[in-house]
């Protein structure tokens, strides 16, 4: 069992920066892939970034490409989601998640737990 809570989240101005964190329990963390998704109003939960379980690969939303960056701390239990030059179009619920395949996969059904979620609005 896997607990995932998010923090970062805000309300910020467009070309501004946040960083989101994502603190997971378990003694575990190690043997799992971990991904950013997020969910604006109306809209599928998508995947953002994803990063193998030793930080070695990750992978990218087009969308987000050279904009934000995920990277992990084994050593902390916590991955992040550094996000620079933010767009409107960024704003979304943004939610952490493991995946006990350990690769890192953009597929929602390759995740096994899921964080509640924390807001980031970008205002234009």
């Known amino acids: 069992q896997v607990q995932l809570v998010e923090s970062g989240g805000g309300l910020v101005q467009a070309g501004d920066s946040l960083r989101l964190s994502c603190a997971a329990s378990?003694?575990?963390?190690?043997?799992?892939?971990m991904g950013w998704f997020r969910q604006a109003p109306g809209k599928e939960r998508e995947s953002v970034a994803s990063i193998n379980w030793s930080g070695g690969r990750t992978y990218y939303a087009d969308s987000v490409k050279g904009r934000f960056t995920i990277s992990r701390d084994n050593a902390k239990n916590t991955v992040y989601l550094q996000m620079n030059s933010l767009k409107p179009e960024d704003t979304a619920v943004y939610y952490c998640?493991?995946?006990?395949?350990?690769?890192?996969?953009?597929?929602?059904?390759?995740?096994?737990?899921w964080g509640q979620g924390t807001q980031v609005t970008v205002s234009s």
């Open positions: 998640a493991a995946s006990s395949g350990g690769y890192g996969s953009s597929r929602l059904r390759d995740y096994d737990y």
């Open positions: 378990g003694r575990t963390f190690t043997s799992y892939a």
